[in-house]
């Protein structure tokens, strides 16, 4: 489904839907708890990236509740990933068809039904944008209900049938935010969590690869594309994903591709297979054999993780690879404006975020449905210069090197 269709049918039907849940939930007698929860959903359907920083609260989860059994909704496109991270079971992972919505309305009827089979005991929400979660929590006739709530603030109303309200708060990192979701199922402050003061979590664990998994990647990498043998590779990530306007301009990638290239690096330019005109501009621009167009060239996030371990450096824009890196030893750029890294910055150290605060920015939070009000000339990026990144990525190649 576009991403505009998923809003308008939250705007229209997700208000209504939640008030009619929050009318039956005050005239009905509540479920009672049972103690500590023994069979917990996680509603995560959002973006890969926020799974990376939800793999504290799933440590969290296992610590507090270890005899609990786990379980996780996502979309299907994001299954991959919680398989990698080994988050839950494989059989305990609920998947949701989004690429259409008829597939959505089968699949979500199918989630409801094996939710009420299992019997749970909580269910905590971790969607800041959509109230189809919200929905999916009620349904799922649990007695506890863990999920961001709007407290007075406009926008963001999602039922008051939300038992375990956490205040969503736009100053404080999303991985610190799901940890408070795990503190409210029995916190007795209000509002909930304010008794739990968490540092913020480490890196999270590396993916490890069976022996030659790697090896076996660099080794067709360097059968594919030759000119990359014996040369340092960075790899740039130009696409915005389904947010275009947190693109940094593909006019400022080629220069920094074209001032890499001639100091001795190789660029690889990755992404999905609709990148590819993405791929192609930077690789017509540099007009050099060191430069190759690798969008659409893993086929899986397994495969991707298996490429930076050959890279030196990642610059990507916000999103998904900036997050995945994580996963992985590979150092990072990543550009934020629209959005803001005190929200979302990736956690390991080796992680460096440009930001230009500008009085817009961010303009894309929970509060707007990630509907940006800008007319598409996003300052925010555009005023981070090639020169800037350029001197960074010298800096951190210079590190890794000497390392």
Not at 215 to 228: E, S, V
Not at 323 to 338: C, D, E, M, N, Y
Request: aromatic letters at 8%.
């Amino acid at each position: 489904m576009k991403i505009s269709l998923q809003r308008a049918l939250d705007r229209l039907l997700g208000p209504p839907i939640c008030a009619l849940f929050s009318l039956i939930d005050r005239l009905r007698p509540g479920k009672p708890e049972a103690g500590a929860p023994r069979r917990i959903l996680v509603i995560l359907l959002s973006e890969m990236g926020s799974l990376v920083l939800a793999q504290a609260m799933f440590a969290r989860l296992k610590q507090n509740y270890p005899d609990a059994s786990l379980h996780i909704m996502v979309f299907a496109k994001n299954r991959e990933l919680v398989d990698l991270m080994g988050l839950v079971p494989a059989e305990n992972v609920l998947t949701l068809d989004d690429r259409s919505l008829a597939g959505f309305v089968i699949d979500s009827l199918r989630a409801i039904v094996r939710m009420r089979g299992l019997r749970l005991d909580a269910v905590i929400d971790c969607e800041l944008f959509s109230r189809v979660s919200s929905i999916f929590s009620y349904l799922s006739g649990s007695a506890l209900h863990a999920g961001f709530h709007r407290h007075t603030q406009e926008g963001l109303y999602r039922g008051s049938f939300i038992n375990r309200p956490v205040l969503y708060n736009p100053y404080r990192h999303l991985s610190l935010q799901f940890l408070t979701l795990v503190a409210a199922l029995e916190s007795k402050t209000f509002p909930l969590g304010k008794e739990f003061l968490e540092p913020m979590p480490g890196d999270p664990p590396p993916l490890v690869f069976p022996p030659g998994e790697v090896t076996a990647m660099t080794a067709r990498l360097h059968a594919d594309y030759p000119a990359l043998a014996g040369k340092p590779l960075v790899l740039v990530y130009p696409s915005g994903g389904m947010l275009p306007i947190r693109a940094w301009p593909l006019a400022s990638y080629a220069t920094l591709c074209a001032s890499l290239i001639a100091a001795g690096y190789a660029v690889g330019v990755i992404g999905l297979k609709e990148d590819r005109p993405l791929g192609q501009a930077l690789v017509t621009h540099c007009a050099s054999d060191s430069c190759v167009d690798m969008t659409g060239y893993t086929k899986s996030v397994r495969e991707l993780l298996a490429l930076f371990h050959r890279a030196a450096l990642l610059v990507t824009n916000d999103g998904g690879p900036g997050q995945f890196a994580a996963l992985t030893p590979i150092p990072s750029i990543v550009f934020f404006g629209p959005e803001t890294p005190q929200l979302y910055r990736p956690l390991p150290a080796r992680a460096h975020c440009f930001h230009t605060a500008l009085p817009c920015s961010p303009c894309l939070t929970a509060y707007n449905h990630r509907a940006s009000p800008c007319d598409g000339d996003n300052q925010c990026l555009k005023q981070i210069s090639p020169g800037q990144v350029l001197a960074k990525v010298h800096e951190m190649l210079a590190a890794g090197q000497a390392l």
